[in-house]
């Protein structure tokens, strides 16, 4: 349904968390808007800077080829410095530092918020890749949740946080006692936000890897965490393959956060999925993901 609100002009509500639009889900992340993850080539959704996502869906961006720095040479691995002074103002002015709102008070994080200008601005005026890493997604929030609640799941564990993000739940591993930690995500940007939630937590800066590590040769990882990507089937079907061979050849744990709102929810790894533990979302949480009550942590038993 598409309203006239504000300075948005045009912005899709969803009342319905499984409405589609043409079979893609599609991400608003302000008040009382469906959270889904990705947005939809050709669709004009408004003037605002959250109802204008840039046409690239993270399906193209996961599976493509433009890898920014080669394994085992990321410019953020073992660097307790930022790399880059003018990302760090830019992020340090254009994101807000927050703890409240979500099921981790424990971690401080440097979010987009509706007191950040660019909450409003146009799409096109963002200078940087589509801020995906800016929001605490409900299956990252859970999973974070859980590795506070049971330390002994990362305690002493080689972790792998894969599509980081904001880098919470990599943040949550360090917490718990993972002895060494490897955080992935295409986004050279969200590395580097990775690398500034990591100093508001007084941690140095975790390995982070910005290639596409579904095309590479995997690690003896002991546990790996993904949370809020199963939104696509074909996304789905490269995890899954992916995944079940880390298990199947390492013996690695899998733990997936998600909601249960995935429109691909008749994936076959959903048989897959066994649930560990459902917390109820805060209040903030909801209103920003269209009324949405849980987030869970599953179990992936191939």
């Not at 409003?120 to 949740?145: F, K, M, N, T």
């Not at 946080?161 to 718990?176: E, K, P, V, Y």
């Not at 003896?220 to 949370?227: A, E, K, P, Y």
């Not at 709102?261 to 949480?285: D, F, M, Q």
Request: charged letters at 20%; proline letters at 7%; aromatic letters at 12%.
């Amino acid at each position: 349904m598409l309203v006239q609100l504000g300075i948005f002009n045009i912005v899709s509500v969803f009342r319905d968390p499984e409405i589609l639009v043409r079979d893609r889900p599609v991400f608003f992340p302000q008040q009382g808007a469906a959270l889904f993850s990705m947005p939809l080539t050709g669709l004009y959704f408004g003037k605002g800077w959250l109802g204008g996502w840039k046409q690239r869906s993270f399906l193209q961006a996961v599976t493509g080829s433009n890898f920014l720095f080669p394994w085992g040479h990321c410019p953020w691995r073992g660097m307790g410095t930022f790399p880059d002074p003018e990302m760090r103002a830019f992020l340090e002015e254009n994101t807000r530092v927050t703890s409240s709102g979500s099921l981790t008070p424990e971690i401080r994080l440097r979010l987009l918020t509706p007191t950040c200008k660019f909450w409003w601005e146009r799409a096109d005026l963002w200078p940087h890749s589509d801020p995906y890493w800016a929001v605490y997604w409900p299956g990252g929030q859970a999973l974070s949740r859980y590795l506070l609640d049971n330390p002994d799941v990362a305690r002493g564990k080689y972790v792998l946080d894969l599509g980081s993000g904001c880098g919470a739940t990599a943040i949550a591993a360090q917490m718990s006692g993972a002895s060494r930690i490897l955080a992935n995500d295409i986004d050279p940007v969200a590395a580097m936000a990775i690398t500034l939630n990591c100093e508001l937590n007084h941690f140095s800066p975790f390995p982070i890897l910005t290639k596409n590590i579904l095309n590479m040769e995997q690690d003896q990882w002991d546990l790996v965490v993904l949370g809020d990507m199963l939104y696509d089937e074909a996304l789905a079907d490269s995890l899954h393959v992916w995944l079940k061979k880390c298990v199947r050849t390492f013996g690695t744990q899998v733990l997936i956060g998600d909601p249960g709102r995935s429109p691909c929810s008749g994936h076959n790894i959903w048989r897959e999925l066994h649930k560990v533990v459902e917390y109820s979302l805060p209040e903030a949480t909801r209103q920003q993901n269209n009324g949405l009550t849980t987030s869970s942590v599953w179990d992936f038993q191939p």
